[in-house]
Nanobody
């Protein structure tokens, strides 16, 4: 069993930055593939960034060069550094952990980009 708790969301002006955190409880965090998803009002949830247990990463095209996903296995925490934020980045951001048939979600954190 893994529990995920996101934090770091908030209101930021266009062009600003935020860093989201996803703290994981439970053992074997280092073996899980981790990802960030987001869901804007009226839209489907979409994958934003992915980091494998090995550390390899992947991003949706719209955030490449602006967002960076990382993980600290010693702290059981994953991060999403978001720079040059745009109004279209406004959404609830969720972290997800997966390993084999197991999938765990956090409760989400709101990110609002507005002047």
């Amino acid at each position: 069993q893994v529990q995920l708790v996101e934090s770091g969301g908030g209101l930021v002006q266009p062009g600003g930055s935020l860093r989201l955190s996803c703290a994981a409880s439970g053992s074997m965090f280092s073996l899980y593939a981790m990802s960030w998803y987001r869901q804007a009002p009226g839209k489907q949830r979409e994958l934003v960034a992915f980091i494998a247990s090995s550390g390899s990463t992947n991003y949706v095209e719209s955030v490449k060069g602006r967002f960076t996903i990382s993980r600290d296995k010693a702290k059981n925490t994953m991060y999403l550094q978001m720079n040059s934020l745009k109004p279209e980045d406004t959404a609830v951001y969720y972290c997800r952990a997966t390993r084999n048939q197991y999938i765990y979600w956090g409760q989400g954190t709101q990110v609002t980009v507005s002047s």
